[in-house]
T-cell receptor
């Protein structure tokens, strides 16, 4: 298995532009998580899906952020409009379960820079 | 408020010695605690999971302890090697069984030859 695949690897954009991050989870995993990592705040859970349905989006910072999972093999995280404070590394992870008893498999992340 | 604390200062250890990393938490009642390794430019990689009713878990040169009374987990790497240099993150659930994992900010470990 190729693992969790994220694209793009790096994204540089200007403030106000729309940004779309993509994730392909490991086949057979029912759970998909989006995390954001910064030096100040560490890894923060933004949203997670179970069987393509959003379960908890309480970590999404504001309405500018949205996430979708149209099928079991694809998810997107969209920021519109983007702001400099959104600059961070965004990780997608998948697992067979949640509740802490299943390990997470992370992608390599998308380094987002908003100028 | 809920908090997970790991040493923010880098930990320098001489090769061959045992490295011990600490994870303390407050206002959580985790049923599980996990440890991950993260290398620069990469996503975290799972290392070990320990349950609340387990005191200790081992895997090769790694050992994790979990003390729910002290609200603390210790992560040990014995016979440390320069290749063990990385950032180590602890993560826990909130015992509710339905939430994603919450991560500490990690401790940067440097093994000096």
């Amino acid at each position: 298995d190729a693992g969790v695949i994220q694209s793009p690897r790096h994204e540089v954009t200007e403030m106000g532009q729309e940004v779309t991050l993509r994730c392909k989870p490991i086949s057979g995993h029912d759970y998909l998580f989006w995390y954001r990592q910064t030096m100040m705040r560490g890894l923060e859970l933004l949203i997670y899906f179970n069987n393509n349905v959003p379960i908890d989006d309480s970590g999404m910072p504001e309405d500018r952020f949205s996430a979708k999972m149209p099928n079991a093999s694809f998810s997107t995280l969209k920021i519109q409009p983007s702001e400099p404070r959104d600059s961070a590394v965004y990780f997608c992870a998948s697992s067979s379960g949640t509740g802490g008893y299943e390990k997470l498999f992370f992608g390599s992340g998308t380094q987002l820079s908003v100028l | 408020s809920q908090k997970i604390e790991q040493n923010s200062e880098a930990l320098n250890i001489q090769e061959g010695k045992t490295a011990t990393l600490t994870c303390n938490y407050t206002n959580y009642s985790p049923a599980y605690l996990q440890w991950y390794r993260q290398d620069p430019g990469r996503g975290p990689v799972f290392l070990l999971l320990i349950r609340e009713n387990e005191k200790e878990k081992r895997k090769e040169r790694l050992k994790v302890t979990f003390d729910t009374t002290l609200k603390q987990s210790l992560f040990h790497i014995t016979a440390s090697q320069p290749a063990d240099s990385a950032t180590y993150l602890c993560a826990l659930d909130d015992g509710g069984g339905a939430d994603g994992l919450t991560f500490g900010k990690g401790t940067h470990l440097i093994i000096q030859p």
